[in-house]
């Protein structure tokens, strides 16, 4: 794909790729701009109602306007490729800011904040991010924090159900043809059985995201995906105190929250 032309966009480079499609560096020769160009698995529209759900879905995620929301510029297709086109951010993955002990508060705060207030935002156009982790969080060269692929996980699921995530689950934790979308360890107790979910999911992950910062350690852990998934739905994780004594009291009652096994008893 590296230096081929879908459409108007030179493909420099790649950036990543997963479950949800590669990810490629691109240059929008129309434009004269760089951007993100991701190419979307075939089966988003492998009948026309996909194809119209898909459309329906990315036009919603792309009215998205916020500075700590990555930006979908388009959806388009050429030489049998369906893909997006998106604001291109250079910068590190959240993930490399996990320490060994945990940040202090001052450093978990600057990126807690923005972090929240960018998924409030989405929350409040009805938009689930559906897999928050901190693979899909960059801090650009400004120390901006910007949230990747909103809405890129529904739009890669045919529908709202699910079935025994035991028998769906793929081994990178990540299913596009059903309910069950998102990485294991940052998976929500309703995902995880394959449940329907709303903002509320969001907010379990981020409460992970935000346990992992705090600590240094996913707070639900396993050998496998399923053990993974167990641990989700039964197991309470250490008090954030236990493995970052420096934290203050208040950020342990906000993550306690955040991962309340039952969704009525979260932040909405």
Do not use: W
Request: aromatic share 4%; hydrophobic share 40%; glycine share 10%.
């Amino acid at each position: 794909m590296i230096g081929k032309t879908l459409a108007h966009y030179r493909i420099d480079g790649l950036l990543g790729k997963g479950g949800m499609g590669e990810v490629y560096r691109a240059h929008d020769t129309k434009l004269g701009r760089d951007v993100a160009l991701k190419v979307l698995p075939p089966e988003l529209a492998a009948t026309p109602e996909r194809r119209a759900r898909f459309e329906r879905e990315a036009r919603a995620v792309a009215a998205l306007r916020h500075p700590g929301i990555v930006t979908i510029h388009s959806i388009e297709e050429a030489d049998g490729v369906r893909f997006l086109t998106m604001e291109l951010v250079d910068g590190e993955p959240l993930s490399s800011r996990v320490r060994t002990g945990g940040l202090d508060a001052e450093s978990l705060l600057r990126l807690a904040i923005p972090l929240t207030e960018a998924v409030g935002a989405a929350h409040a156009k009805g938009i689930t991010h559906r897999d928050l982790k901190p693979a899909n969080v960059v801090i650009d060269s400004s120390g901006r924090v910007m949230v990747l692929d909103f809405g890129i996980a529904k739009l890669s699921a045919s529908d709202d159900s699910g079935e025994d995530a035991e028998t769906r689950l793929q081994t990178d934790g990540i299913t596009q043809s059903g309910g069950i979308v998102g990485t294991v360890h940052y998976m929500s107790p309703e995902q995880a059985e394959g449940k329907p979910v709303d903002p509320r999911s969001d907010v379990f992950s981020l409460g992970i995201v935000l346990y992992e910062l705090a600590t240094g350690e996913r707070p639900y852990r396993g050998s496998t995906p399923i053990s993974v998934l167990s641990s989700i739905l039964r197991d309470d994780p250490p008090p954030v105190a236990e493995r970052n004594a420096a934290l203050p009291a208040d950020l342990e009652r906000i993550v306690r929250r955040c991962l309340a096994k039952d969704p009525a008893r979260r932040y909405a």
